[in-house]
């Protein structure tokens, strides 16, 4: 693993895997600056963006003298908020975050450009990584589609992909420094293409990934838009074998017409067919989803379907979000649920997901899983990234086979490796 600067700044990263990835590109590009804070900021809810001022407020009582740099979704989306903190010494777009002179000594207190008008792809998008066990390798970036809730285009842009023979070389050097599992990041993965030359898929890259780097032993992919799965990609996560059995679907809803006011492109009746295909395919998939409780005009029924679809998607991965009014959606001049019954329900989708998911964990009881070891020593995950927990430490970064003996705690636990 490359090593890790001596003097390096704090980065407090909120969100997505894809600021996971980019919080790694930030450290290296300010490598040496010991007296810098930079938060890499989330608006994908009004709750992230208060979290977002919560954990600044928080830097500033822990260290005052540090100089503290806001960026990120949230950072694009609102500079004036933040530029309006006493706490606050810079706030950087998220276009600007990528470049190394953005982290210098800046003579203006807001440094945001129109994310609208970025239509390359920056050299980051292909070189970051996160001090993980799995390395975070971002090939896309922004966002084509405008969904009546989501105020992330606005902060990411337009959707730009990386070049494959970047993509190919990034990962070739992530796994010559020890990476085993590479996770493949973006805010709309499965629009990769269209805008290079040739158009490629998502499929394609993969394709192209596995062929040029038969060192690396496993392939994860962060969220997907269900209804953009072609044949390709779908053949690939169904057969091939480097590819994890764990799909993270960016599903939001259960009810059609819910479905439809949020913009999204397919059905309720196209995700339980995907979902139903994919474990027909491969048996031992793991199934995730985003799911948003209380969109505006959501009634008692149209929240039953978005609960039963727990059940039908099989979600053992759950990502639940109290539908938050994002000022300049569409959803936010729409007839809003009140606040008590959205948290209610956030509550009782919360609750069906946990139960899933014990369920599916206890089902792994007695069976032999190949675990990926974090950093720890002490903890992983399965291929279906069900977690895991050793008895006795274990080589971080190895993939070890473990029988499971029990679960505790929400995690699996594994008999000693041999």
């Known amino acids: 693993m490359p090593p890790a600067s001596t003097k390096a700044p704090d980065i407090i990263t909120m969100g997505c895997r894809l600021n996971i990835a980019e919080s790694e590109a930030i450290r290296d590009m300010a490598a040496g600056q010991d007296d810098l804070i930079v938060v890499n900021s989330c608006a994908v809810t009004a709750e992230a963006v208060r979290q977002t001022r919560q954990a600044i407020r928080r830097a500033r009582r822990e260290r005052p003298d540090a100089r503290i740099l806001v960026t990120g979704c949230a950072a694009q989306t609102e500079p004036e908020t933040f530029a309006a903190m006493a706490e606050v010494d810079g706030v950087i777009g998220n276009r600007e975050k990528m470049e190394a002179s953005s982290f210098a000594a800046m003579t203006e207190k807001v440094r945001v450009s129109d994310i609208m008008a970025v239509r390359d792809t920056a050299p980051h998008m292909a070189s970051a990584f996160a001090d993980h066990a799995r390395a975070f390798l971002e090939v896309q970036n922004g966002c084509d589609h405008r969904c009546t809730f989501c105020i992330i285009p606005y902060g990411r842009g337009n959707s730009r992909s990386v070049p494959a023979g970047a993509v190919v070389d990034k990962a070739k050097q992530l796994v010559d420094a020890g990476y085993r599992e590479i996770v493949l990041t973006g805010v709309d993965v499965t629009s990769y293409g269209p805008d290079l030359p040739g158009s490629p898929s998502l499929g394609l890259l993969i394709e192209r990934i596995l062929k040029g780097v ?164 002490l903890t992983g995950h399965a291929e279906n990234f069900a977690p895991v927990r050793f008895a006795a430490a274990q080589p971080p970064s190895s993939i070890v086979p473990v029988p499971i003996t029990a679960l505790e705690n929400g995690a699996l636990i594994a008999q000693e490796a041999a």
Request: proline share 5%; glycine share 6%.
């Open 214 to 377: 038969p060192d690396l032993t496993r392939l994860r992919l962060s969220s997907l838009d269900s209804v953009e799965i072609d044949e390709r990609l779908f053949d690939l996560i169904a057969h091939d074998p480097r590819m994890m059995p764990h799909l993270h679907l960016s599903l939001q809803a259960g009810d059609d017409l819910i479905l439809k006011r949020m913009k999204r492109r397919h059905g309720r009746a196209d995700a339980i067919r995907i979902v139903e295909r994919l474990k027909a395919a491969r048996p031992g998939i793991s199934i995730g989803a985003d799911i948003i409780a209380g969109f505006p005009t959501e009634d008692d029924a149209m929240f039953e379907n978005s609960l039963m679809l727990i059940d039908e998607c099989d979600i053992v991965h759950g990502h639940i979000f109290p539908f938050s009014p994002r000022t300049g959606t569409p959803a936010a001049r729409m007839p809003q649920v009140d606040r008590a019954t959205i948290k209610a329900r956030a509550a009782r989708l919360r609750d069906a997901c946990a139960a899933r998911r014990e369920t599916w964990l206890c089902s792994l009881i007695g069976t032999t899983q190949s675990v990926l070891v974090e950093r720890s020593g």
